[in-house]
Each structure stands twice: as structure tokens, then as C-alpha cells.
């Protein structure tokens, strides 16, 4: 093979390798809105269902949508990551270490509003906007779709609030 062949051959594997518009917008609907919108819906659930009957701060709508999306993530990552079941614990690995240590921030007050809701859904925007591009483990995909249950639980405790 002359080195003109080499070239076309390599840069033929680099257009098979980029990632078209329909794939990207897809795994956005998947990682980013699909979360997003199940945390909302957890969390609009506990704010019309159990918060009425507490007096205390404690156990609020994100933590409420942390624990109902912790019981149904296997459904979930079969659904969302649709990777082989057997790798569904490493899933819930890691959304359990997002949810665990954003729990605790959500239990000190006024302050969570800015350690648990704002700090949070800018890094969870900075992440989505680098890693729609790549491929990775469940664990990952777990520590991710835990900073988007974050944001929609809150975000949909607050909304059932203000207009319920």
C-alpha cells in the first residue's frame, strides 16, 4: 500500500467515528431531560403527597425524588442506559453516591438552596455539555442522572408549591 492509501483509509475511520446531530440530540433526551423530568415528577409526588402531613424540613421533595428513583432504577437504566441488566447495581452505585451526599446538603437550611440546588445544576450543565460526547460506564451515567434528579426534584417541589 502507498502512503496515499493509509490516508484515505484513516481519514474514512475518523468520519465513522464523529457523532451526528440525531445521536447527540438523542442522548440528551435520554441523559439530560429524561432525568430530569422523572426527578420533577418524584418530587411534585412528594410535595403534594407527604410534605402536607410533616412539620419539618426534612425528608423534602429531593430527597423524596432521590428515594423513589432509587427504587425504580433498574427500570430506569433499562430504559435510559439500555445497557445489560447485570450492570444495573453499578447504576444505582452511583446515582446512590450522588443522592447520599446531596441529601446531606439538602438537610442544613437556607444554605442548601445554594450548595444543593444552584452549585449543582451548574456543574450538572457543565458536565452534560462534554460528556453527551463519549460512551461511559453505568456508574457514571448513575453520578450524572443523580445531579438531574437533584435539579428536577427541586424544581418540581417548588413548582407544585407555588401553584398547588
Known amino acids: 500500500m502507498s502512503e496515499g492509501d493509509t490516508e484515505v483509509i484513516s481519514s474514512d475511520a475518523t468520519d465513522d467515528a464523529s457523532v451526528s446531530g ?18 420533577m415528577i418524584f418530587g411534585a409526588i412528594w410535595q403534594l403527597t407527604v410534605m402536607p402531613r410533616i412539620d419539618s424540613f426534612v425528608p423534602n421533595p429531593v430527597h423524596g425524588a432521590f428515594a423513589m428513583y432509587l427504587i425504580a ?26 443522592a447520599c451526599i446531596l441529601s446531606l446538603v439538602w438537610m ?7 450548595l444543593g440546588g444552584f452549585i449543582p445544576a451548574i456543574a450538572w450543565l457543565f458536565i452534560s455539555s462534554y460528556w453527551l460526547q463519549f460512551e461511559f460506564p453505568p456508574f457514571r451515567y448513575g453520578l450524572w442522572h443523580g445531579m438531574a434528579v437533584n435539579i428536577g426534584g427541586f424544581g418540581g417541589g417548588v413548582l407544585v408549591f407555588i401553584y398547588f
Open 108 to 114: 442544613f437550611g437556607t444554605s442548601s438552596l445554594y
Open 73 to 98: 432504577s433498574p427500570l430506569i437504566y433499562k430504559q435510559l442506559v439500555g445497557m445489560e441488566m447485570r450492570r444495573a447495581g453499578e447504576y444505582a452505585m452511583g446515582f446512590a453516591v450522588t
Open 22 to 39: 440525531s445521536e447527540i440530540f438523542s442522548d440528551m433526551l435520554r441523559h439530560m431531560m429524561a432525568p430530569l423530568f422523572i426527578g
